[in-house]
């Protein structure tokens, strides 16, 4: 039907132009964000361009139901302002009846958001805290860069050297501030390199000096050596058993009754149920006066789609905080939200087909 087909094709265009405006846009914005993370140093410079793919996989669900959201409240916009409703309307078409064309247009979408929100998102939720988690505890050796003052990993350490080799084992003018609730010292090394024997790594300084203060008598101690070893062996991994909910997979989740791992489930759950609520909302919340140059009717939608998706945020917290059950919250934030995108549909339909009965004229009978 040329119905159909016509708001098909003007759905997919505006959808896809969308997609890229918002993709760019957050792209953006998370490079600034990882590249200030990595700067610092909670990040690994070389993962930036991984972490930025893993985030941009987790924020996909939301962008394609934003992007849908949008493409529909603007060509429906727009056919109010090119006066290509009111023709529709008076040729018997009522705005319920293009429930099924944007719904047949925006169902690949849903899969896609459907298949990201329950796997892809738990997946890429898990990769990102392998990463900061491998960073985070790697070796204080490894955080040390030549020419830059380094902390360790808990904050007892300074490291500083001034050059290293090629294969980066060994260092020249090695300098290590440790503080400790008792005492403090200064070490200095002529070299320094890395050695492992069995499963422990450590650093070998060669031909340097110790300065140490007690912090209870301030009695100083000078010490010199000619090879000194210190530990710095690299941390385990967190477990599979302590990753946040976020990163657990569905599965998991429906096999446990915790708050939290409900909250997480809700949210999973509310970012489908939202995507499809969402393009109902569009076909009720698309109506605009042709006569008025403006976007209000964009920029209230706009405002729709934050609150609703913040409710979504809303629920989860309730949820994982055990204030309301993981049904209720489904059922009183997304069925309310569908009750509500029929009910103004209905009222559209119903005021578009009173107004132009209205308009219709009438045809006096003539006098025999």
Do not use: C
């Not at 087909?5 to 405006?21: E, K, N």
């Not at 491998?134 to 380094?150: I, K, M, N, T, Y």
């Not at 939200?337 to 045809?363: C, E, K, M, S, Y």
Request: charged share 20%; glycine share 8%; proline share 4%.
């Amino acid at each position: 039907m040329l119905f159909d087909s016509t708001l098909r094709r003007d759905l997919a265009r505006s959808f896809g132009a969308t997609l890229v405006v918002i993709l760019t846009i957050v792209l953006t914005m998370m490079l600034i964000r990882t590249l200030g993370q990595a700067a610092f140093g909670r990040v690994s410079p070389q993962d930036v361009v991984l972490l930025l793919g893993y985030t941009a996989l987790g924020h996909l669900p939301t962008m394609l139901a934003l992007s849908m959201f949008i493409a529909v409240v603007a060509t429906l916009g727009r056919m109010y302002r090119d006066s290509e409703m009111p023709i529709w309307f008076a040729s018997g078409v009522g705005l319920s009846r293009f429930v099924r064309p944007v719904l047949r247009t925006s169902w690949p979408v849903l899969i896609v958001v459907f298949v990201m929100a329950l796997f892809v998102w738990p997946w890429e939720n898990q990769r990102s805290v392998e990463l900061r988690d491998r960073f985070e505890r790697r070796s204080d050796l490894s955080r040390v860069a030549p020419g830059q003052f380094q902390t360790s990993s808990d904050g007892r350490r300074v490291f500083f050297i001034e050059r290293d080799s090629e294969d980066g084992r060994t260092a020249r003018n090695v300098f290590i501030l440790s503080s400790q609730p008792d005492a403090e010292s200064v070490t200095t090394a002529h070299t320094g390199r890395i050695e492992v024997e069995g499963d422990t790594r450590f650093l070998q300084l060669d031909r340097g000096q110790r300065n140490e203060l007690n912090a209870q008598t301030k009695e100083k101690t000078l010490s010199r050596f000619e090879g000194y070893k210190v530990a710095a062996g690299e941390r385990v991994l967190a477990r599979t058993e302590n990753l946040p909910p976020k990163a657990r997979p569905t599965i998991d989740l429906l096999r446990s009754p915790s708050a939290p791992f409900q909250g997480e489930l809700v949210w999973r759950l509310g970012l489908v149920l939202g995507g499809a609520n969402l393009l109902l909302l569009a076909i009720g919340l698309a109506e605009t006066n042709p006569r008025r140059a403006s976007n209000w009717n964009l920029l209230f939608a706009l405002m729709s789609f934050i609150v609703y998706y913040n409710m979504i945020s809303l629920t989860q917290a309730w949820v994982a905080a055990g204030k309301v059950s993981m049904g209720v919250a489904l059922v009183g934030a997304h069925g309310g939200a569908f009750v509500l995108a029929i009910a103004l549909i209905w009222w559209r339909d119903h005021g578009n087909v009173r107004r132009a009965w209205q308009r219709t004229p009438r045809v006096e009978p003539s006098a025999a």
